[in-house]
T-cell receptor, first 113, second 119 residues
Framework: NAGVTQTPKFQVLKTGQSMTLQCAQD?????MSWYRQDPGMGLRLIHY???????DQGEVPNGYNVSRSTTEDFPLRLLSAAPSQTSVYFC????????????FGSGTRLTVV | AQKITQTQPGMFVQEKEAVTLDCTYD???????LFWYKQPSSGEMIFLIY????DQQNATEGRYSLNFQKARKSANLVISASQLGDSAMYFC?????WGYGGSQGNLIFGKGTKLSVKP
């Protein structure tokens, strides 16, 4: 099925470890974004990309890194995991235009101990 | 300043009754889109309904309708004839601008409303 694929679905990290959350979409969407969801906070934008080779920071970028070498892939890297990064992470993609909603991946539940 | 405000952290509704979930937004951009998403306990984000800033009529999708009051910057979701399966988190979101380049085009979310449907 076409859509946004996120891996892994669950992950436990130790403080200080690094890891990459994978995100891929097969809809040829220009826009891709990473959000984190914490209780009572809604979804907050971490980083986003408007096309291959172009990335920018969102509302809560500290501790995360992204790259966009292809239209399809938009990995999120945690450089040195901290307990404050325990959250549910969503990748999403869209076409440009205010009339297009975003398609979301199924999410990654990350726990940092 | 918050761009999307959902003032109801939690709500209860009796099965088969209608319920309105509130959403107000803040933007100076004349072109924007408003979206509602549903997040059941399984965690996925499900798109429900869209309203464009230039749309003259309120959007409807089955049992969902969007009460769009542009002057008040309000975009409330109305669910008619609630079902047990409607129990979920509901998020209001906005996308500003023409969505090409820069921070415009990102989807900005409210904090959500947890709806519980009672049998």
């Amino acid at each position: 099925n076409a859509g946004v694929t996120q891996t892994p679905k669950f992950q436990v990290l130790k403080t200080g470890q690094s890891m990459t959350l994978q995100c891929a979409q097969d809809m040829n969407h220009e826009y891709m974004s990473w959000y984190r969801q914490d209780p009572g906070m809604g979804l907050r934008l971490i980083h986003y990309s408007v096309g291959a080779g172009i990335t920018d920071q969102g509302e809560v970028p500290n501790g995360y890194n992204v790259s966009r070498s292809t239209t399809e892939d938009f990995p999120l890297r945690l450089l040195s995991a901290a307990p404050s990064q325990t959250s549910v992470y969503f990748c999403a993609s869209s076409r440009p235009g205010t009339n297009y909603g975003y398609t979301f991946g199924s999410g990654t539940r990350l726990t940092v101990v | 300043a918050q761009k999307i405000t959902q003032t109801q952290p939690g709500m209860f509704v009796q099965e088969k009754e209608a319920v309105t979930l509130d959403c107000t937004y803040d933007t100076s951009d004349p072109s924007y889109g408003l979206f509602w998403y549903k997040q059941p306990s399984s965690g996925e984000m499900i798109f429900l309904i869209y309203q464009g800033s230039y749309d003259q009529q309120n959007a409807t999708e089955g049992r969902y309708s969007l009460n769009f009051q542009k002057a008040r910057k309000s975009a409330n979701l109305v669910i008619s004839a609630s079902q047990l399966g409607d129990s979920a988190m509901y998020f209001c979101a906005m996308r500003e601008g023409w969505g090409y380049g820069g921070s415009q085009g990102n989807l900005i979310f409210g904090k959500g409303t947890k709806l519980s449907v009672k049998p």
